[in-house]
């Protein structure tokens, strides 16, 4: 089964149109917001924790994101979603300098958790609409979506950034998700309503419980948060601003270097995506951790670590779209919605913890590539940790 038959589902097709639009515009002022604060004078640490406040919503909120998907149709709960994020966009165009960085987290903190908890509700449907080989495609054109709408958002954000300016960006990111909007009015879902009669606490030990029982799922969610690893906004800004600024003007620099790793995460699941399995899954893991080094290495010239940022996108995307399926593969219909908002707040945190590693990291006086080869070498750990899985679980039961 190809793409384009997946595709074909009616449902399938609109929310990736959807998603592309959306994802566009959240990358698209993605850059005007971090050459907003470089232009503002912030320091390493508030870059970090700019970076990190996006990620925060899915760890702290993760009981709470469950509840809601198990319990409010999807497409009302799109809908509210997506409004949110319009509204907080617009909000941005109110910051004017340092002084009210706190107000621009806030506002990150809840487009973000708008942001993740749509995410998490989109990755609980899937399983719910296809199976199979079908969900594998579906998850995989999800990443692949997400990957070419961070490169053409990140591209055409850092050239529209340059030349008009941050406001102009966040008023094109409204307008893209009020498209949005007006293509949601048109999805019609139909799947079998699971009804929960238990209370919202009873839901929640229930889920919490499952999890629990299900030693198999907490590995595959630990592995899944790996992923976290190659969280780079923070050190992507560092290095544009640090290192490159002489060279490119930052906004260009942040934009060009992140569309560049975006055009490798959405190439590589054509390449990967066929080849990939529960029997190999560690080797792509150290490959992984392999790009990050070279990328390291090559950090010191502008263009040279364009080819190492490409070469590290390859992987990122199947690793993650596979290591998914594995956890909605394993997980029961019933409690798919609080496994997946706790999936990802496992994710969320192994990014967040990245991205304060690197800011933190960058303020005692670790340099920028140390930084980056640490990061490729967490893989290598992780591809260990894999290898001890598949003798334990999946080799034992075949």
Known sequence: MTYLDTLKHPVIRRLSLIQFISYFGTWFSQVAIFSMIVSFGASEVTIALTAAMAMLPAVVLAPIIGLIIDRIEFKKLMSVLLLIEILMTLGFIFINSLEYVWILMILIFIRSAAASLLFSAEMALFPKLVSGKMLKNTNEIHSVIWSLCYALG????????????????FMIDAMLYTVAVLLLIGLHISIEKITHVESNMQMLKDGFNYIISQKKIQHLIFLHAAIGLTSFDALITLLADLQYKEFIAVPLAIGWMNATRAIGLMIGPFIIGRIISKNNLHYFFILQG?????????????????????????????????????????????????????NDMVFMLSNVTTALFIGYAAKWGLSLEGITFTLGFGFIVFAIYYHWFKKRYIDENN
């Open 154 to 169: 990140m591209a055409a954000g850092g050239i529209a950034t340059h030349y008009v300016g941050f406001d102009l960006a």
């Open 290 to 342: 392999l790009a990050i080094m070279l990328w390291s290495f090559l950090e010191f010239n502008f263009y040279l670590a364009l080819i190492g940022l490409f070469i590290t996108g390859l992987f990122i995307t199947t690793l993650w779209s596979y290591t998914y399926l594995l956890i909605q593969e394993e997980t029961e219909s019933k409690y798919m919605g609080r496994v997946i908002s706790y």
